[in-house]
């Protein structure tokens, strides 16, 4: 391994050369070359590299190279088998080892998720390769409906995490993980199908629950060598602590954590006025009344201001799609899955232009059949000024029938 991991004083070139270098070996990758050839020239050229320096890389190498997502996934594996050699080693955070905090608990979820792929799904597949009878398909579809908790894993790291990692310009992991993180979702939930209206297909079977597997194992390597301490790095614990208050919103995988208790727990946020009043058109309200207002609405808001920027959402007793406090001042475009960022923007898109003003959408999802309305907010003079979303779920209302007169 020595031979591999080479003083970085060893190798003067500049800055310039050494992105190049790094980038040439994605390339050499995606373009077929072995692992152990690309491996060996990138430590005889280059030397260590950083966390930084893959990231970046990898961020830019995907938008050039529009990769789909399975390409991705692919060369992403080779990658972590060329840079675990090189990369310069971590220091371990303070932070981290504290029970609660956000990684720590991450950390523990990896654990727990290790010992589900690796104890349970793995044996149990091998069981169902040998004999797909209905107590094995039992066993694996069982198996996903546990490892779908995995879920409230990845929505923390999205929904959290990423947008102070964008806050300090850092968009590789975040945009090539929610990919991956999409994808492994997606496979656990086919296998499921799969399982559940079995048609004797055991090939198809085995190679997703694999696939999800070993995309499981990898994505916990990602987060635990690059991720992480990449965040610790950047994060302040005024910053961490505000991801560890917003984490009981969504839910933890498999795991009950510890509450976060630093040495300072306190928050520095801007105090907000909640005396005074605040004069409409058509009445009078205080700042708590409007707030309480918006939040007993049966219907959950979101605004969006002109430059596509969250700048509110209600908070109702009972949220149809999870929001926390770390989308406000995010763009919206961040705060949606990669593959449906398109349909976002056609949309802002023809409401900024004033090809249209609403536009209305209906879902089934989390037992509910949801009602999606996008307004276009324009001024007196009928400039665009932002985007409201409207989100409720109709099923009573479709269950209505004849007429109710009287109180109950």
């Not at 938008?63 to 789909?68: L, T, W, Y």
């Not at 898109?349 to 309305?373: Q, S």
Request: proline share 3%.
């Amino acid at each position: 391994m020595s031979e591999l991991i080479n003083n970085r004083e060893q190798h003067k070139i500049s800055h310039l050369e050494r992105e190049a270098i790094i980038k040439q070996s994605f390339l050499d990758l995606h373009q077929g070359k072995s692992v152990e050839e690309v491996k060996s020239k990138l430590a005889d050229k280059v030397g260590t590299i950083t966390i930084e320096e893959v990231t970046k890389l990898q961020h830019v190498l995907m938008e050039e190279e529009n990769m789909q997502a399975h390409e991705a996934t692919e060369i992403c594996s080779k990658h972590r088998e060329i840079f675990k050699d090189v990369i310069e080693e971590n220091r371990v955070s303070r932070l981290e080892e504290q029970p609660g905090h956000p990684v720590h608990t991450f950390k523990l979820e990896n654990r727990e998720l290790e010992k589900l792929v690796n104890e349970r799904i793995k044996p149990h597949l091998e069981l169902f390769e040998l004999d797909d009878h209905l107590e094995t398909r039992l066993n694996l579809l069982e198996d996903c409906n546990l490892l779908l908790d995995i879920g409230k894993h990845y929505e923390r790291k999205e929904q959290l995490l990423f947008p102070y990692l964008e806050k300090y310009g850092i968009y590789g992991p975040t945009n090539m993980m929610w990919k991956i993180d999409d994808f492994i979702r997606d496979a656990i939930k086919d296998a499921k199908t799969m399982l559940s209206h079995y048609d004797g297909d055991k090939q198809s079977v085995v190679e997703v629950v694999n696939f999800f597997s070993n995309q499981v194992d990898e994505m916990i390597y990602r987060e635990e060598n690059i991720l992480f301490p990449m965040s610790l790095t950047h994060l302040t614990e005024d910053e961490w602590l505000k991801i560890a208050h917003e984490s009981d919103e969504i839910g933890f995988c498999l795991i009950s954590p510890e509450d976060w208790k630093p040495e300072r727990s306190v928050i520095n946020t801007e105090e907000i006025a909640t005396k005074g009043y605040i004069k409409m058109e058509t009445g009078i309200l205080s700042l708590k009344q409007l707030e309480l207002l918006l939040n007993h609405l049966p219907v959950d808001i979101t605004f969006i201001d002109k430059d596509d920027v969250v700048r509110y959402f209600s908070k109702g007793r009972e949220r149809i799609f999870a929001r926390t406090k770390a989308v406000i001042g995010r763009t919206v475009q961040n705060c949606h899955p990669p593959r449906s960022v398109h349909v976002v923007e056609e949309l802002l898109e023809d409401f900024k232009l004033g090809k249209k003003d609403v536009e209305d959408f209906w879902i089934k999802a989390k037992g509910k059949y949801v009602y999606i309305r996008y307004f276009a907010v324009r001024d007196e003079a009928g400039e665009y000024v932002g985007t409201l979303e409207f989100t409720q779920n109709i099923a009573p209302i479709k269950e209505l029938e004849g007429e109710k007169r009287i109180l109950s």
